[in-house]
């Protein structure tokens, strides 16, 4: 079964990832140039603002294929350099892919998110979750180490004592701790988890798309670069929105009070 599918909504897509049957596991062969694919799509089509990541079932992600470690089958067969090949060629994909999506994405939690599933969730910009999520990067209890850039992620999200504790561990913690550390902003009922994506996703996709991916960009650049550099790339950035239409439909809107509406240009 392919690993995900990609739907369109107006300015708003969503990504399912798609094996009920196995928890929603990933890192067969291929997983990466799908998901890969699918984020291509994503930031060719300047119609969508926002994208929303969930999955299929009752689980988000059981992580990767605990069946195929044992049989050392797919994306865990051959020797240690084709099996770092195979992470980097494949599961890294993935994550990647979801990192570098230049929209908004929201991850929308609706179950079991573990190992690799809690990294791919925490790709999202903004996290919720259902009632009957978990979270848990269990890499230790295999005898792994998170090997998909959670040591990376995770500290960055909930901190270093959270993170260590949760990696050292092994621990898995429900939704609503999820919440008070930071996992995830909201926690709803299973029904309404879907509703309340959308709904966050209306809100983003009501904005103008090139001031919204240009602002994601300097985001994810400001956790890296100088305070300088970000300095001097929003001044640059900020010349070329003044520049633009929907610009000047946002003063227009403000001045005379009124909803603006926004055309991409």
Same mark, same amino acid.
């Given at each position: ?22 928890l ?7 997983? #990466? ?23 299929? #079932? ?5 992580? #990767? ?16 350099? $084709? ?8 599961i ?23 190992? !690799? ?19 848990g990067?269990?890499?230790?209890? !295999? ?27 092994? $621990? ?67 010349g ?8 000047? $439909? #946002? ?12 055309t991409?240009?």
């Amino acid at each position: 079964m392919a690993v995900a599918k990609l739907e369109k909504n107006g300015a708003i897509a969503t990504i399912t990832i798609t094996r009920p049957d196995t928890l929603n596991a990933l890192g067969q062969v291929g997983d #990466g140039d799908v998901i890969s694919g699918l984020c291509g799509v994503i930031n060719a089509d300047r119609a969508i603002k926002v994208a929303i990541l969930t999955g299929e #079932g009752r689980a988000f992600s059981a992580g #990767g294929d605990v069946k195929a470690m044992k049989e050392r089958s797919g994306a865990f067969a051959g020797s240690p350099a $084709e099996i770092r090949e195979s992470y980097r060629g494949n599961i890294h994909k993935i994550i990647k892919a979801l990192w570098n999506l230049e929209v908004p994405l929201i991850s929308a939690v609706n179950g079991p998110a573990i190992g !690799l599933g809690c990294d791919v969730a925490c790709m999202g910009d903004i996290r919720i979750a259902s009632e009957t999520a978990k979270f848990g990067v269990t890499f230790l209890k !295999l005898g792994l180490i998170p090997g998909d850039g959670g040591a990376w992620l995770t500290p960055r999200i909930i901190g270093w004592s959270r993170a260590c504790e949760l990696l050292f561990t092994g $621990e898995v913690i429900d939704a609503e701790t999820a919440r008070e550390w930071g996992f995830v902003t909201r926690v709803v009922s299973p029904e309404a988890l879907m509703d309340e994506a959308r709904s966050i996703a209306q809100k983003i996709a009501n904005q103008p798309v090139h001031a919204l991916r240009v602002t994601k960009a300097l985001m994810r650049q400001g956790q890296s670069a100088q305070f300088e550099t970000i300095m001097e790339l929003s001044a640059a950035s900020q010349g070329l929105m003044h520049h633009t239409s929907d610009h000047a $439909e #946002g003063v227009a809107a403000v001045l005379e009070k009124r909803t603006p509406c926004f055309t991409g240009q």
